[in-house]
C-alpha cells in the first residue's frame, strides 16, 4: 500500500496528516485520492468507518491551499453530495 507522501497532497495537508498520526491511506483513500487531485469526478463506495470523508476532502483541502485568490461571493469551486438514510 502507498504511504499518504505518495499520493501528491499539499504539504501542509500532509503535514497535518502525518500530526495526526496517519501514515497509510485506507483502501478507498489510495484509489480516490490521486483520482481527485487530477480533478475528476468520483464515486467513492465503501463500509462506514474506512475513511471516506478523508477521501474526499483531502484533495479538497489541496485544491484549496493551492488557489491563488480568495473565494469569490456567489462561485462555488466544490460540490459534494452525500446521500442519507
Known sequence: MT???DLGLA???QK???TLGYEKPSPIQAE???VLLEGNDAIGIAQTGTGKTAAFMLPLLT???RL???PQ???CDVLILTPTR
Do not use: C, E, H, T
Open 16 to 18: 497535518a496528516i502525518q
Open 63 to 65: 485544491f484549496l491551499s
Open 32 to 34: 480516490m485520492i490521486p
Open 73 to 75: 461571493k456567489g462561485k
Open 68 to 70: 491563488n485568490a480568495r
Open 3 to 5: 504511504n499518504f507522501d
Open 11 to 13: 504539504k501542509p495537508v
